[in-house]
């Protein structure tokens, strides 16, 4: 029930989520968080100091079209009947899914029925850099004005769940050590500096924030 409450109308924040990591940060990243968005962030932080029940389940649900809605309610539904509930998490690959619209409406509709934290990944096309060289990305970067038209349409997405008061687990480079991503970080510098950069256009420029 916690769980539930605390999702149904909190907003969308972007997480520094480094909690494998000692030192990590005991409140959002984003210092204009709301109260909900402090509170299911706290709640995260603090399921490891709980004496059981520490781990939360997750379903990529990766839809794409007509035919995966189905498949993967479906799966969903299955999960459901066996063990009694649905995943804490539920979460779409952006790399994945040629249409955003459809993904956005499932994992908003699980949100509000089943009160299930929503997390998003990926989304954001290669600009035209080569392979993980973060420095065209930054302001005054030659791929610059190309990476800013990714991060505004992928804004665009993310604020679907804000306007709608859900919050979202945003994370753009997962899977970032992994030499098929063009965002494959070779530079931990620059992917720091790109991603502080990121983290600052959605907050501060787009409004993608509590």
């Not at 952006?94 to 699980?110: P, T």
Request: hydrophobic share 40%; charged share 20%.
């Amino acid at each position: 029930m916690l769980l539930r409450y605390l999702v149904s109308f909190a907003v969308i924040a972007l997480f520094a989520l480094g909690f494998a990591q000692p030192g990590f940060c005991q409140a959002p990243a984003d210092t204009h968080a709301n109260a909900r968005t402090k509170a299911i962030y706290a709640f995260i932080v603090r399921l490891k100091t709980r004496p059981n029940k520490r781990i939360l389940s997750g379903q990529n649900v990766n839809v794409r079209g007509n035919a995966h809605i189905t498949n993967d309610d479906e799966l969903l539904r299955d999960l459901k009947k066996r063990v009694g509930h649905i995943p804490a998490l539920i979460g779409a690959d952006y790399n994945d899914s040629g249409n955003y619209g459809r993904a956005n409406e499932v994992l908003q509709r699980y949100a509000e029925s089943e009160g299930c934290f929503v997390s998003v990944c990926g989304g954001l096309r290669n600009p035209g850099i080569a392979q993980g060289d973060f420095a065209g990305l930054l302001p005054g970067g030659a791929q610059r004005g190309a990476w800013v038209e990714e991060m505004d349409m992928l804004a665009e997405q993310l604020r679907y769940f804000q306007d709608r008061g859900t919050t979202v687990l945003f994370r753009p480079f997962h899977e970032m050590n992994g030499s098929w991503c063009w965002y494959y970080a070779k530079d931990p510098e620059t992917f720091r500096k790109a991603w502080i950069d990121l983290f600052d256009y959605y907050t501060r420029v787009k409004g993608c924030t509590t």
